[in-house]
Nanobody, 115 residues
């Protein structure tokens, strides 16, 4: 199991930006893929973006054009830059890691978009 710790959440006004970070317990360059998911109250967990070992990315339509995934292999850290935030983006955001067919995820960080 890969240990993952997210940070960077908070309260932001509509139209604002946040950058989330996810630090992994091991080298992320060796992982098959990573991603970010979110879960809003009363809703199912939604995978919003993934990045493979070869840096291929895939975004959900709900965040395409507003969110950007990136990583720093030297710091074993995955990022999610979120721009043009909307109230419907309010959720707990967590990062996922896929290693040899096994999926791990962290505890998550709360993002609240409200005026």
């Amino acid at each position: 199991q890969v240990q993952l710790v997210e940070s960077g959440g908070g309260l932001v006004q509509p139209g604002g930006s946040l950058r989330l970070s996810c630090v992994a317990s091991e080298s992320i360059s060796s992982l098959d893929a990573m991603g970010w998911a979110r879960q809003a109250p009363g809703k199912q967990r939604e995978l919003i973006v993934t990045i493979t070992r070869s840096d291929t990315t895939n975004y959900a339509d709900s965040v395409k054009g507003r969110f950007t995934i990136s990583r720093d292999n030297a710091k074993n850290t995955l990022y999610l830059q979120m721009n043009s935030l909307k109230p419907e983006d309010t959720a707990v955001y967590s990062c996922d890691a896929v290693k040899q067919g096994s999926i791990s995820w962290g505890q998550g960080t709360q993002v609240t978009v409200s005026s």
